[in-house]
């Protein structure tokens, strides 16, 4: 059975960092390139961050470069995000998906920025 199983996310002030983590199973994790997205119920689900298969390749949004950083473990079957910097705007729904010869979604982790 596919599984991403998102965690990490929490209430945390501005200008503090979260790490999320999503973990797989039930598929081979290091054939699968890996992003996060995120959502708030005013807009739509929005790219965040990508990392190829093998790690080597990372591309963000554009607005979250320098703040955001995407890495994988292969061995742990785990994709991370780092965020620093956090702003209210950031406050969301994220998921992780993987994408290769199928995809798959995680069921999202909230992250709630805010004094």
């Known amino acids: 059975q596919v599984q991403l199983v998102e965690s990490g996310g929490g209430l945390v002030q501005p200008g503090g960092s979260l790490r999320l983590s999503c973990t797989a199973s039930?598929?081979?994790?290091?054939?699968?390139?890996m992003s996060w997205y995120r959502q708030t119920p005013e807009q739509e689900r929005e790219l965040v961050a990508t990392?190829?298969?093998?790690?080597?390749?990372?591309h963000y949004t554009n607005s979250l470069k320098g703040r955001f950083t995407i890495s994988r473990d292969n061995a742990k079957n785990t994709v991370y995000l780092q965020m620093n910097s956090l702003k209210p705007e950031d406050t969301a729904v994220y998921y992780c998906?993987?994408?290769?010869?199928?995809?798959?979604w995680g069921k999202g982790t909230l992250v709630t920025v805010s004094s």
């Open positions: 998906k993987a994408w290769g010869p199928r995809e798959y």
């Open positions: 039930g598929f081979t994790f290091s054939a699968y390139a």
């Open positions: 990392i190829t298969h093998s790690g080597t390749t990372t």
